[in-house]
Every structure is written in C-alpha cells, then in structure tokens.
C-alpha cells in the first residue's frame, strides 16, 4: 500500500467512525424521544382515566366500572373495619357517601392476595 492509499484508507475509516457514532448517538438520541412521548401518552392517557363507582363492598373496597369493564379496587393504606365489625356498617356508608356513583381517577399500585388492585381513588374536585 502506497502512501496516498494509506491516507485515504485511513480518510475512509475515520469518516465510517464518524458516520457511525453520529448513527449511534442519534440512535440513542431517538430512543430517548421516543421514550419521552410514551411516558408522557401515559401520563397524560393515566390522567384522562375515570371511573365510575358502582358499588362500595366496604369501608375500604369499591367497585368501578369502565367500558363495560368491572374491577374491585382496595383503598390503598386503608383498612377498615369488615360490616359484620363494630363500626363496619358506618365505614361503608361513609365510604358511600364519598365515593358512590362519582367518576373517580385512580392510581393504582398492583394487586393483594384476593387479586383485588390496590389503589389510591381521586375524588373529582379533589
């Protein structure tokens, strides 16, 4: 190999080094974009949620509905006394009196061992 083919060659991978890290870095560039816009569709689609309270089992579980779907939520960081409890039937008309027939917002933060979700429910105006 020659001088002048050397150079080039070398001209040649440095330019290719370049155009790849330029690749990569707008690679990474969009992924980051793209990560962005579906953290904020969540928001934004987890924000626009509501449902709506068709029951309240107890002082602390409600029934919502949402597109024809029912799902049993457990008030997060409540806990309540059961109905047949001294002060249960009063748990679940307070409970009632807050939350029944209200579209609600919830924030959910997995599910307990009867495969209830566990939730924080927003109350509109709230």
């Given at each position: 190999?020659?001088?002048?083919?050397?150079?080039s060659?070398?001209?040649?991978?440095i330019?290719?080094?370049?155009?790849?890290?330029?690749?990569?870095?707008?690679g990474v560039?969009?992924?980051h974009?793209?990560?962005?816009?579906?953290l904020?569709?969540?928001?934004?689609?987890?924000?626009?949620l509501?449902?709506?309270?068709?029951?309240?089992l107890?002082?602390?579980?409600?029934?919502?509905?949402?597109?024809?779907?029912?799902?049993?939520?457990?008030?997060?960081?409540?806990?309540c006394p059961?109905?047949?409890?001294?002060?249960g039937?009063?748990?679940?008309?307070t409970?009632?009196?807050?939350?029944?027939?209200?579209e609600?917002?919830?924030q959910?933060?997995g599910?307990?061992?009867?495969?209830r979700?566990?939730?924080?429910?927003i109350?509109?105006?709230?």
């Amino acid at each position: 190999m020659g001088t002048r083919t050397t150079h080039s060659f070398l001209n040649a991978r440095i330019s290719i080094a370049r155009k790849a890290a330029y690749v990569k870095s707008a690679g990474v560039e969009t992924a980051h974009i793209i990560l962005f816009l579906l953290l904020l569709s969540l928001c934004l689609y987890a924000g626009e949620l509501s449902w709506h309270v068709i029951s309240v089992l107890d002082g602390d579980t409600i029934e919502v509905l949402h597109n024809r779907h029912s799902e049993r939520i457990r008030l997060s960081g409540i806990d309540c006394p059961e109905k047949g409890q001294a002060f249960g039937q009063k748990a679940k008309h307070t409970a009632s009196d807050l939350a029944f027939g209200k579209e609600v917002t919830i924030q959910t933060h997995g599910h307990d061992k009867y495969k209830r979700t566990i939730g924080d429910v927003i109350l509109p105006g709230a």
